[in-house]
């Protein structure tokens, strides 16, 4: 069991700058690999990024390509998102996720959820 515990959400007016953290609650955070979800209102939970548990592989969505980028510091038993030039269109709850295996895009394969942290973009 892994307790996650997302912050760093808020609001942004378009092209500017967020990053979100994610900060786990285990010694046993590196065995993870973390991933990074959002959710709209009224839509699916759609994929984002996710890292590797030595960070040294990353995979992410095309719609934010880059603009944000997954990190982590397993010293520190945390996870990343810097967003970079947002848009309208990546208002969301986000949400970071940990899984036991790495390259998954799904959110049906991970097991342990934070909460969320609201990101606002206004136009």
């Known amino acids: 069991q892994v307790q996650l515990v997302e912050s760093g959400g808020g609001l942004v007016q378009a092209g500017g700058s967020l990053r979100l953290s994610c900060a786990a609650s285990?010694?046993?955070?590196?065995?993870?690999?973390m991933g990074w979800f959002r959710q709209a209102p009224g839509k699916e939970r759609d994929f984002v990024a996710t890292?590797?548990?030595?960070?040294?592989?990353?995979v992410y969505a095309d719609s934010v390509k880059g603009r944000f980028t997954i990190s982590r510091d397993n010293t520190k038993n945390t996870v990343y998102l810097q967003m970079n030039s947002l848009k309208p269109e990546d208002t969301a709850v986000y949400y970071c996720?940990?899984?036991?295996?790495?390259?998954?895009?799904?959110?049906?394969?991970?097991?342990?959820w934070g909460q969320g942290t609201q990101v606002t973009v206004s136009s």
């Open positions: 890292i590797s548990t030595s960070g040294t592989s990353t």
């Open positions: 996720a940990a899984s036991m295996t790495y390259g998954n895009t799904r959110h049906a394969s991970y097991a342990w």
């Open positions: 285990r010694r046993t955070f590196s065995y993870y690999a």
